[in-house]
């Protein structure tokens, strides 16, 4: 399977004679590859400016990659999708190491709850949400100012927000070290239960 990658596409208008300087355009898109980053470009542009490949140039397409990827963050994307009965806007958190992995995280878990097919999605902000003290603390005007700051908001996210989380594995079969030491009965019951 071909993994999803985010560009940056800079395109506008092709400069003529009546407008030598058009209005330029930039895009951040999630794509499989370079031309079908080129390709949404232009059809997400043709939806608010009268512009399409015949008439336009691209400019420049760079690939954006994750700063860090060895560190798991979290992730909330805001995107709208067309479903049989109409048209949905939704806000989804994920938590992963890379911004395209949560986005091919919401394509997967919107097949499976929504049956919502790729061509349907269209993502509108996909942005990392702070965790630790900035995602638990109360929202005050005087200190963070008019807009409140970004936050984890589904509890799903919030519960992996704790410094003391732990995975306990309470059951574990014990292996043997070596395959010749592998047998069907044992003379002893195992102990599988480890607190």
Known sequence: MVKIRQFQV????????????????????????????QSRFWYFLHQFANMKASTGEILGV????EKNPRVVKNFGILIRYNSRSGTHNMYKEFRDVTLCGAVEQMYQDMA??????????HIVDAKEVP???????????????????PAVQRLNMKQFLDSRIKFPLPHRIPRPSQKKYRT??????PTTFFS
């Open 112 to 121: 499976g709850r929504h049956r919502a097919r790729y061509s349907t999605i």
């Open 10 to 37: 800079v395109g506008r208008k092709r400069p003529t004679e009546v407008d030598p300087t058009p209005k330029i355009y930039r895009m951040r898109l999630f794509a499989k590859s370079k031309v079908t980053a």
């Open 184 to 189: 069907t009965f044992k003379a002893n019951r």
């Open 62 to 65: 760079t690939e954006i990659r």
């Open 131 to 149: 965790a630790g003290i900035k995602a638990t603390q109360e929202y005050n005007p005087d200190k963070d100012g008019p807009v409140p700051p």
